[in-house]
């Protein structure tokens, strides 16, 4: 969403895919040869670059595919633990902290935690479905030092979106994403791929191109939260090929950023890109809520180590496809 990468993620070439379309239907349990991820999918070193903390668990839309869902009672941390978080944080030298949720901006405090962030010398951006967006909101989210605003789109249409996201939103959302832009706030727009709505991909990118937005992001939809509820909408293998071809054609000529997230296409970042729950836990990354350990109970010195030993055994734990892991080809060389 902006946030800085410890690589970047591209589509795949257009004469490369994993996997015949007949050997999908014969094989469905697919092992791919040259498996970069014990290669060369590196480990945490020093410092993290970027966390995703969903300050808050409520949300103000019930989306259908919502990742942050548990089967645990959980709360939102208090401000004093929250700005702990911000100093720990900060000490372990991470660059951009991405306020996420639920819907971060139903957390009172956020703001002060913002500022805390800019004080403590970290980058910032939002994830939100922009909905809450208003004139004064966007003027001091620009004040603070917002440096990007992830929002979410489930479609081109409002009837796509809405029937994902709730009846009204997509229309919210778009006041939401004019109120940030006249604010000169970056927004980036994040796409959860489904069978819902990948019929409208290009259509997506066609809209955003209006927006005055940078980028556009497409995700796919994975067995997380209420997603794990959702199998006939995932994308299947002929389905994935399909858009990301045409995706990658739209990224040739766009005037705005077409690319793809991880749970889409590529290396996985998990514990290279760790989360952070409403209530403290680290977990692998955003999608995941398996929990690896509390950030307020575990000394500072332990965090970059603990995540080094989590790491191979929570790759790919958002449950994508094996097809979406592309080859090493997506993984710089210099990696
Ligand atoms: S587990 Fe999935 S969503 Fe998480 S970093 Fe890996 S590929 Fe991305």
Redesign the pocket.
Request: glycine share 4%; charged share 10%.
């Given at each position: 969403m902006g946030a800085p990468k410890p690589w970047p993620t591209r589509w795949p070439e257009p004469d490369y895919y994993p996997f015949d379309d007949d050997d999908y239907f014969e094989e469905p349990d697919y092992e791919i040869e040259d498996d970069p991820q014990e290669e060369s999918y590196p480990l945490p070193e020093e410092r993290i670059q970027s966390v995703t903390w969903g300050v808050t668990h409520p949300c103000n839309l019930r989306c259908v595919h919502c990742y942050d869902v548990v089967d645990y009672r959980r709360q939102d941390l208090n401000t004093v633990d929250a700005l702990d978080v911000i100093q720990r944080l900060a000490w372990v030298g991470v660059e951009f902290v991405v306020f996420s949720g639920g819907e971060p901006l139903l957390r009172k405090d956020l703001f002060d935690l913002m500022s805390a962030c800019q004080s403590a010398g970290m980058k910032f951006g939002m994830r939100s479905n922009a909905t809450l967006v208003t004139q004064e909101t966007a003027s001091i989210l620009r004040q603070l030092g917002l440096a990007v605003a992830g929002v979410s789109l489930d479609g081109a249409t409002a009837e796509t979106h809405d029937a994902v996201r709730g009846p009204g939103s997509f229309q919210k959302t778009m006041q939401g994403i004019a109120f940030l832009r006249a604010a000169d706030i970056p927004v980036n727009i994040e796409v959860v791929l489904s069978r819902r709505n990948v019929h409208q991909s290009l259509a997506c990118v066609e809209l955003v191109e209006q927006l005055g937005v940078q980028e556009i992001n497409f995700?796919a939809l994975?067995p997380q939260g209420r997603g794990a509820w959702l199998r006939e909408d995932y994308l299947d293998y002929p389905a994935w090929r399909e858009v990301t071809a045409s995706l990658y054609q739209a990224s040739q000529t766009s005037k705005v950023s077409v690319s793809p997230?991880?749970?889409l296409v590529g290396?996985?970042?998990?514990c290279?890109?760790p989360n952070i729950t409403c209530d403290g836990w680290v977990t692998?990354?955003?999608?995941?809520k398996r929990r690896l350990f509390h950030l307020l109970e575990t000394p500072v010195e332990e965090f970059i180590p603990r995540l080094r030993r989590a790491r191979l055994g929570?790759?790919?734990?958002?449950?994508?496809p094996k097809w979406?892991?592309v080859k090493a080809a997506h993984v710089p060389a210099n990696r």
């Open positions: 995700s994975t997230a991880c749970a290396a996985c970042v998990a290279i890109e692998p990354c955003y999608l995941s929570n790759l790919d734990v958002c449950g994508r979406t892991a």
